[in-house]
Antibody, heavy 120, light 107 residues
Framework: EVQLVESGGGLVKPGGSLRLSCAAS????????MNWVRQAPGKGLEWVSS????????YYADSVKGRFTISRDNAKNSLYLQMNSLRAEDTAVYYC?????????????WGQGTLVTVSS | DIQMTQSPSSLSASVGDRVTITCQAS??????LNWYQQKPGKAPKLLIY???NLETGVPSRFSGSGSGTEFTLTISSLQPEDFATYYC?????????FGQGTKVEIK
């Protein structure tokens, strides 16, 4: 069974940092591109970042470029999101999501999310 | 960036109704359009990929159509478990962009 379990969320002050993790199981993690997607409270979905299976290709939304860094450790079956210079508008549930194996690039399976709250 | 305009933002419907939701892209995205369903407090679930392909395990009452800039999600006969929020996503290019969402409520 595919499982994606996010962790690392919490309350952080504006300007602070947080590192999110996503533990993957039930599939060959090293073969799949991965994504982070977020959802502010009561709002819609926003794509944040994507990373290819070997970390060769990385993409960011303009809203987080220069502040967030996506990475992965295929030996540990884990995806990460380092978030620096956090702002109130970064408050959201952050979802880890997998791309399909077919060579297409979109989220097909999602974790349950971890809440990040940026507030003083 | 490609903008996705989804409509309506909400709708009220009864069990058994036929429901249609549309998404318009600001430029040609071929068939690189997905539909997701999200229930409160839950992660999104993929329903339709590449405009018209039903994800495994998704009921056949869901269907998608369109190409280029105009896309449609249709629920042929609304069931109680279908009351949720639906989002389109373009994956033609980065940054990938979602529509604003359509909340389907009980009439």
């Amino acid at each position: 069974e595919v499982q994606l379990v996010e962790s690392g969320g919490g309350l952080v002050k504006p300007g602070g940092s947080l590192r999110l993790s996503c533990a993957a199981s039930g599939f060959t993690f090293s073969s799949y591109s991965m994504n982070w997607v977020r959802q502010a409270p009561g709002k819609g979905l926003e794509w944040v970042s994507s990373i290819s299976s070997s970390s060769s290709y990385i993409y960011y939304a303009d809203s987080v470029k220069g502040r967030f860094t996506i990475s992965r450790d295929n030996a540990k079956n884990s995806l990460y999101l380092q978030m620096n210079s956090l702002r109130a508008e970064d408050t959201a549930v952050y979802y880890c999501a997998r791309d399909p194996a077919s060579g297409s690039y979109y989220p097909d399976y999602w974790g349950q999310g971890t809440l990040v709250t940026v507030s003083s | 960036d490609i903008q996705m305009t989804q409509s309506p933002s909400s709708l009220s419907a009864s069990v058994g109704d036929r429901v249609t939701i549309t998404c318009q892209a600001s430029q040609d995205i071929s068939n690189y359009l997905n539909w997701y369903q999200q229930k409160p407090g839950k992660a999104p679930k993929l329903l339709i990929y590449d405009a018209s392909n039903l994800e495994t395990g998704v009921p056949s009452r869901f269907s998608g159509s369109g190409s280029g800039t105009e896309f449609t999600l249709t629920i042929s006969s609304l069931q109680p478990e279908d009351f949720a929020t639906y989002y389109c996503l373009q994956h033609n290019s980065y940054p990938q962009t979602f529509g604003q969402g359509t909340k389907v409520e009980i009439k």
